[in-house]
């Protein structure tokens, strides 16, 4: 078999050495705690459920959706950015659903990226931003993400020839892995840079909902002339717990979207029709939940931070996301530091590394456990003898 050289350009999937050890201690019976994953333990609220069940029953939704979407959930997008950030979008032509946002994510490569294209992304980042730019024939270019500049990436820093040849600019906002945030002022700037350029942005925003101290993150959308050069990716995983339902959207410039659009058509047949009610129940019914979900993270968030202080394991505290990024001690690689916690103390974390080169002094925690598997996790964790190395 001959198979495309492009598979070859991945990275070996780094994780295979630590989730072999785990599947070996739990096949031994010993009890793992999992911070390593982000997806959320909470259920999906029973009326968006209820919804499902409703129109799973309805023979028009066992055929064939159009890739496009129901104008419904067009028009329920709409209206959810109207009501949550003040934004005006055309139904027709400034939103796209999506089969979750990691779809539209890879697939808007295909209309940007050519070989040799440079794309620019953030480091560490949410590897399917660089993977889907490879796999297209570009070469992603890494913006580091410092602590010391608030995990933002700075723009003056990038070398004129680079973004000369850059096609789109990847940013993520509630950041993953990181946690942190970015104001609107940092949009309205990487908005000026993109103009300056001639660089697409898209930005990533699926945990703008997942947020702390009542603080609501801004789209990028709000940033003055964003609708001119660039989209942002959302999606209802985070939001109202459906990652499994597969749901998301992309809105903003309308000549990105329809470019995605032709990619898209050519590849699936959009989301079921029963999943895309439900989705627009989900976006029309009370936005409550939201506020319930952030209070139980926010208790879990406090917890941990607590705990990592004591052992002294320093992090930033999250602004937002599922996501705790701590510092490792002097004298630890992050894969030392996650063997360590999983031999020593049976918890499960994820190393930095997995996100990109600047990611290599961090784990990451996601908090995304039951309240009794957290307290088990944080208990364990507050056993570690490591910090004293
Ligand atoms: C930063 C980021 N973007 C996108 C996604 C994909 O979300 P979904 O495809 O479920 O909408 C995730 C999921 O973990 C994520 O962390």
């Known amino acids: 078999m001959q198979f495309a050289k492009r598979l070859d350009r991945l990275p070996p999937y780094l994780f295979v050495d630590i989730n072999r050890r785990i599947a070996e201690m739990r096949a031994k019976g010993i009890d793992i705690v999992t911070f390593a994953i982000g997806d959320p333990d909470m259920p999906t609220p029973s009326h968006i459920i209820d919804r499902l069940c409703d129109e799973a029953r309805v023979?028009?939704?066992?055929?064939?959706?159009?890739?496009?979407?129901?104008?419904?959930?067009?028009?329920?997008?709409?209206?959810?950015?109207?009501?949550?950030?003040?934004?005006?979008?055309?139904?027709?032509?400034?939103?796209l659903p999506l089969i979750g946002s990691k779809e539209g994510i890879g697939h808007i490569a295909f209309c940007f990226v050519e070989s040799g294209s440079i794309v620019l992304v953030p480091d560490p980042g949410y590897p399917v931003y660089s993977m889907a730019t490879m796999m297209a024939g570009g070469e992603p270019y890494y913006m580091p993400l410092m602590e010391e500049y608030d995990f933002l990436p700075r723009l003056e820093s990038i070398p004129r020839s680079i973004a000369a040849k850059s096609s789109v600019m990847w940013l993520n906002y509630p950041n993953n892995p990181t946690g942190a945030g970015a104001s609107l002022e940092f949009f309205e700037r990487a908005v000026e840079f993109a103009r300056m350029h001639d660089i697409a942005i898209c930005h990533d925003a699926p945990y703008t909902e997942v947020y702390f101290d009542g603080r609501k993150p801004p789209s990028l959308l709000q940033a003055?002339?964003?609708?001119?050069?660039?989209?942002?990716?959302?999606?209802?995983?985070?939001?109202?717990?459906?990652?499994?339902?597969?749901?998301?959207?992309?809105?903003?410039?309308?000549?990105?979207?329809?470019?995605?659009?032709?990619?898209?058509?050519?590849?699936?047949?959009?989301?079921?029709?029963a999943i895309q009610l439900a989705a627009v129940q989900a976006l029309r019914g009370s936005q409550e939940i939201v506020?319930?979900?952030?209070?139980?993270?926010?208790?879990?968030?406090?917890?941990?931070?607590?705990v990592l202080q004591e052992v002294g394991l320093y992090a930033r505290e999250p602004d937002g996301t599922f996501y705790v990024w701590a510092r490792v001690p002097e004298g630890?690689?992050?894969?030392?530091?996650?063997?360590?916690?999983?031999?020593?103390?049976?918890?499960?974390?994820?190393?930095?590394?997995?996100?990109?080169?600047?990611?290599?002094?961090?784990?990451?925690?996601?908090?995304?456990?039951?309240?009794e598997r957290l307290d088990e996790g944080v208990k364990r964790l507050a056993r570690w003898a490591g910090g004293s190395r």
């Open 59 to 95: 023979p028009a939704n066992h055929r064939y959706p159009e890739t496009e979407g129901l104008p419904e959930l067009h028009e329920a997008i709409a209206e959810w950015y109207r009501d949550r950030f003040g934004v005006e979008l055309d139904p027709d032509t400034e939103v």
């Open 291 to 306: 506020t319930e979900h952030n209070q139980v993270l926010q208790r879990r968030r406090d917890k941990l931070m607590k």
């Open 332 to 371: 630890y690689s992050c894969v030392d530091l996650t063997r360590e916690l999983l031999e020593q103390v049976h918890i499960a974390v994820t190393p930095g590394i997995g996100y990109g080169a600047s990611g290599a002094d961090y784990i990451r925690f996601s908090i995304t456990l039951p309240d």
């Open 224 to 273: 003055t002339g964003a609708k001119d050069v660039g989209v942002e990716f959302h999606s209802l995983s985070k939001t109202y717990h459906m990652t499994g339902w597969r749901v998301g959207m992309v809105v903003g410039n309308r000549e990105m979207i329809r470019a995605l659009f032709t990619v898209k058509s050519n590849l699936d047949s959009g989301i079921p029709q």
